[in-house]
């Protein structure tokens, strides 16, 4: 996995740990050992278009670079599944 795809899995195990504690502290109890996890990552590409510049007769700037309003981006999630015993 590469760094970006690490880092969301890192978050989101975080964020089932934090919901397992709050969970156990409601009941009484603690959070024990992890007896179980699964991982499902995916990534949601997004390409924004270029914006069409307004035709102006004024416009005396300088034309934009090819691809200055041109950029990909790729959102990268991960769902955890996690079971912790109950102490």
Do not use: Q, W
């Not at 409601?26 to 590409?45: H, I, K, M, Q, W």
């Not at 307004?54 to 981006?73: D, Y």
């Amino acid at each position: 996995m590469d760094e970006a795809k690490n880092k969301a899995v890192e978050d989101a195990y975080r964020r089932a740990r934090n919901s397992a504690d709050t969970l156990a502290r409601a009941a009484g109890r603690t959070v024990g050992d992890l007896s179980y996890a699964s991982v499902d990552t995916f990534e949601n590409p997004r390409i924004a278009m270029p914006r069409m510049r307004a035709m102006s007769a004024t416009a005396n700037a300088a034309p934009p670079a090819p691809t200055e309003e041109f950029t990909a981006k790729c959102d990268r999630y991960a769902h955890v599944n996690a079971l912790f015993s109950l102490k």
